[in-house]
């Protein structure tokens, strides 16, 4: 049976399409479900809601999560990864300024030929775009242990963030399971204007359905529209879907797609994807790319979104362009012809890090590169640089325009920063006027598209060796244990220890910076700096306390996949985190360490609670089977229902006392 509901989000009108029967014997199937369908391990079930497992064909992690992925995979005892390919990139952490980051490129380079990774050096670029570059497959499933996985959607990759467990469970050959997420289609209709972007259509998408619009979906791209939006400029669009919350974003593979992998000498990698005529979607968006306009994300929310010209005589301080999302060879040859001939305002600080080797050789060998140098642009390294907040930190109450995909509060290095989300075209405008500028008021606009064959180079990618016998892992004084859980106890109690809003982003949880990047090998020391930017005394408290419990608002942390947001809780003695709502990787994250992601079942009963309160709950192992239960507020004399939304599968994890216990246990 299926019904139908119309229903107004400002966007224009949308159909919820709710369907009965998405069962994978059904004829007409969305992209998404093709893929699911094609990688399902266990079951024969794709209906929404449903727990699903996915055969993963290719992993990938970063330096800051990846020490963790790898200690957890060596505790598996696996020799070598079962996956098609996996690759362990390092360019998060390569600033360098003690041992810490070099020892732990160390690890990752030895446990990586170990273990049949790949390596790509620091240097070779930030993890998505040299992904989408060199190793993106359409119609394959990726797993990353980073939140902008998705950007090999733009390839029709089903490409998803998960935590560093998560993926070394799929490196050793384990299902990634997730609950089926709903597919949303987003239906492009006609072309963008000039100087209207890539980015313009996601910062759209997140002025209409905000930071939580996506969660428990996935974007599905169709249309007319997408022939007119090349690879690096979809890939765009579906990195920045991580900010809806979305699990992740896909388009077509095409005629399009085929030309990119052909000019990155890949051809033979392309299949054709396509939704089936008819195929069924819970929601469609349309945008026309035609009407949209250049848009701008205010601090400190990347959905703070307003139409630029909204924003009047706004002075700039700083300029940053790069990151996984507008890095691309395309988008900084925009910018090098926007700046040829000029000169970047004599107030404005304008840092540039390209996405990858690839993109900064072409442009070091087109001349493009001279131009931006003489613009008066500071070329950084090939990594992410200033968007996680390693350097480039800006002055006090700075006004910072970046081409980045979030702008929480303190992210940049600076806490009383105001950064502003951009296309590298209006970032590009902002540098030359010294104010924040539509980028229309620059006269003609230069026609760039990428070449018939980009320069391939893949020098800096190590192939793991066949035999890796004589390889011995390296591991640092900084590399530190993972914390274990124990199996969950009968009963729990503790106080309050902290009560936050709506919102919260794992940079409020775990922050991350120049100074505590070193550390995400060393949860110990990094656990004396959680929650930071929200109560500096927090990690004090909860170990005088001996651990307690956190109260949250709607969607908890959200933003990065970072598993240190549920490690160093976990160090701190954190039992149960009890919100309104939880972001998917987060909730994932505290599942596999052990922690209760509890969500009120009368969200009013938050106003029971205050600070140092002490909960009790007598038998959580009924909680956890029954998925709900009763938390005693003992000081007040009032007793909360709560709810722990979880699949069987993830029951038993948190009774085994988190995912490493249950993998092991269950050999
Ligand atoms: C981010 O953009 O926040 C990060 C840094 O890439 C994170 C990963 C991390 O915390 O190491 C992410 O997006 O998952
Ligand atoms: Fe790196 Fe920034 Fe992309 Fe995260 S969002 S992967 S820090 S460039």
Redesign the pocket.
């Known amino acids: 049976m299926q019904k139908y509901l119309r229903a107004e989000i400002g966007l224009e009108i949308v159909a919820y399409y709710l369907n009965s029967n998405l069962g994978v014997e059904k004829m007409t199937l969305n992209i998404v479900e093709k893929i699911v369908k094609s990688h399902l391990v266990e079951g024969n079930n794709i209906n929404t809601g449903i727990e699903i497992g996915l055969r993963i064909d290719q992993t990938l992690t970063?330096d800051s999560t990846g020490t963790m992925a790898y200690l957890q995979l060596e505790a598996m005892e696996i020799s070598r990864v079962k996956t098609k390919r996996s690759v362990a990139y390092i360019?998060?952490n390569t600033l360098q300024t003690g041992f810490e980051n070099a020892d732990d490129h160390k690890y990752i380079e030895t446990v990586a030929a170990k273990h049949g990774v790949y390596f790509s050096k620091p240097g070779n670029g930030?993890?998505?775009q040299v992904n989408l570059e060199r190793f993106a497959v359409p119609g394959e499933t990726l797993l990353g242990s980073?939140?902008?996985t998705p950007t090999a959607g733009g390839m029709g990759m089903l490409a998803m963030g998960a935590g560093g467990l998560d993926v070394a469970v799929a490196m050793a050959g384990g299902p990634y399971y997730l609950t089926m997420p709903k597919v949303v289609k987003v239906e492009l209709a006609g072309k963008l204007q000039p100087w209207v972007s890539a980015k313009d259509v996601i910062l759209h998408l997140l002025k209409e359905l905000g930071v939580k619009g996506g969660v428990g979906k996935i974007f599905e791209y169709a249309g007319e529209g997408v022939k007119n939006l090349s690879v690096p400029e979809r890939a765009t669009i579906t990195n920045m879907g991580a900010e809806l919350g979305a699990t992740t974003s896909i388009f077509p593979s095409d005629e399009e797609t085929l030309r990119f992998l052909k000019a990155q000498g890949r051809e033979t990698e392309w299949v054709s994807l396509q939704a089936d005529e008819n195929a069924n979607y819970h929601e469609i968006v349309s945008i026309n790319l035609s009407e949209l306009e250049p848009l701008v994300a205010q601090p400190h929310s990347p959905d703070n979104v307003v139409p630029l010209t909204n924003i009047k005589n706004l002075k700039v301080d700083q300029v940053a362009m790069?990151?996984?999302?507008n890095s691309s060879y395309t988008d900084l040859m925009r910018v090098a012809a926007i700046l040829k001939g000029k000169k970047v305002h004599p107030e404005v600080s304008l840092v540039i890090s390209p996405g990858s080797k690839q993109v900064l050789q072409m442009m070091a060998d087109n001349g493009a590169l001279g131009d931006l140098i003489s613009a008066g642009a500071r070329i950084l390294e090939c990594t992410?640089g200033p968007?996680?907040g390693m350097g480039q930190a800006p002055a006090n109450n700075a006004v910072s325009v970046r081409t980045?995909?979030?702008n929480f509060e303190g992210r940049s290095g600076t806490k009383t920063a105001k950064v502003y989300l951009a296309s590298p075209e209006t970032a590009a405008a902002a540098a030359i006027t010294g104010y924040l500028t539509d980028p229309r008021t620059l006269g003609e606009m230069v026609n760039i598209d990428y070449p018939e064959r980009f320069t391939i180079d893949d020098s800096m990618i190590i192939k793991p060796p066949e035999d890796p016998s004589t390889v011995e892992v390296v591991r640092g004084p900084n590399i530190k244990p993972v914390p274990k859980a124990k199996p969950l106890g009968k009963n729990i109690n503790g106080k309050v220890l902290l009560m936050v809003g709506d919102n919260i982003t794992t940079d409020h949880i775990m922050p991350s910076d120049a100074k505590l990047l070193p550390f995400r090998s060393n949860i110990p020391k990094l656990a004396e700096y959680c929650f930071a930017p929200v109560d500096e005394d927090f990690p004090r408290r909860a170990m005088e306390n001996k651990g307690g419990f956190i109260i949250g608002g709607d969607n908890y942390g959200q933003g990065?996949s970072r598993e240190h947001a549920a490690l160093a809780p976990l160090y701190l003695g954190i039992k149960g985190i009890i919100a309104k709502s939880f972001a998917r990787i987060h909730k994932a994250n505290l599942i596999n360490f052990g922690i209760l992601p509890l969500t009120f079942e009368r969200p009013e009963d938050m106003e029971d609670i205050s600070i140092n309160d002490n909960l009790y709950a007598q038998d959580v192992h009924s909680m956890v089977l029954n998925g709900k239960g009763i938390l005693v507020n003992e000081t007040k004399g009032v007793n909360i229902s709560v709810i722990l939304d979880i699949t069987p599968r993830q029951k038993e994890i948190l009774l085994a006392g988190g995912l490493l216990n249950f993998t092991t246990m269950s050999k």
């Open positions: 970063q360019d998060h930030i993890c998505h980073d939140s902008h790069g990151s996984c999302t992410c968007c996680i980045f995909n979030r990065s």
